[in-house]
């Protein structure tokens, strides 16, 4: 069975680091190319950032460009969120999901998606 | 602001059909970029629904459709059951942002 799973939220005081997790399972991880989504407390769905498959190419949302860094180890089926300088708007529940294959990371739908973890900002 | 425009909210007795529009822009939708749809209840996982517009992924129902014409897109959901009750967005790529975006969202209620 295919499955995401998040891990590394928690609270933490504004200006500090959180790493994220993404465990996957259930299918060739090396061949998808994987996305962070968030949803802040009230609000809709946000488009945070995406990796190739192979790790080579990333994309971010405006909001979290400069400060937030994707990366994936493919020998462990990982993919990872690294969050600096976080801010209070940051608070969310964060949310990886799978891709696509195409080479156009933005082309596919998001097809499989972790239960979340929840990021908290606040001193 | 989201840079496709969903309504809030949409509403529905068992059995009805509702439709919920995405509007966008000459830079996404517009563009020709393709159009996907989640159902979200709050607390769980979001669900893809419809994907490249108008396909169904194995397991959705065929009460829920989609089309893409000019620069929308529009989520049809019919026989309405309760478990419809969910959050929807939709969700496509932006050529001026260089983004993946979605939109707002919207809370559709069984009545």
């Known amino acids: 069975q295919v499955h995401l799973v998040e891990s590394g939220g928690g609270v933490v005081q504004p200006g500090r680091s959180l790493r994220l997790s993404c465990a996957a399972s259930?299918?060739?991880?090396?061949?998808?190319?994987i996305h962070w989504v968030r949803q802040a407390p009230g609000k809709g769905l946000e488009w945070v950032a995406v990796?190739?498959?192979?790790?080579?190419?990333?994309y971010y949302g405006d909001s979290v460009k400069g400060r937030f860094t994707i990366s994936r180890d493919n020998s462990k089926n990982t993919l990872f969120l690294q969050m600096n300088s976080l801010r209070g708007e940051d608070t969310a529940v964060y949310y990886c999901?799978?891709?696509?294959?195409?080479?156009?990371?933005?082309?596919?739908?998001?097809?499989?998606w972790g239960q979340g973890t929840t990021v908290t900002v606040s001193s | 602001q989201s840079v496709l425009t969903q309504p809030p909210s949409v509403s529905g007795a068992p059995g009805q059909r509702v439709s919920i529009s995405c509007s966008g822009s000459?830079?996404?939708?517009?563009?020709?970029?393709?159009v996907h749809w989640y159902q979200h209840l709050p607390g769980t996982a979001p669900k893809l629904l419809i994907y490249?517009?108008?396909n169904r992924p194995s397991g959705v129902p065929d009460r829920f459709s989609g089309s893409k014409s000019g620069t929308s897109a529009s989520l049809v959901i019919t026989g309405l059951q309760a478990e419809d009750e969910a959050d929807y967005y939709c969700?496509?790529?932006?050529?001026?942002?260089?983004?993946?975006?979605f939109g707002g969202g919207t809370k559709l209620t069984v009545l």
């Open positions: 000459s830079s996404n939708i517009g563009a020709g970029y393709d």
């Open positions: 969700q496509s790529y932006d050529l001026s942002l260089t983004s993946v975006v």
């Open positions: 490249f517009n108008n």
């Open positions: 999901a799978r891709g696509g294959r195409s080479v156009l990371l933005w082309i596919d739908g998001l097809d499989v």
């Open positions: 259930g299918f060739t991880f090396n061949t998808y190319a």
């Open positions: 990796i190739s498959s192979d790790g080579t190419n990333k």
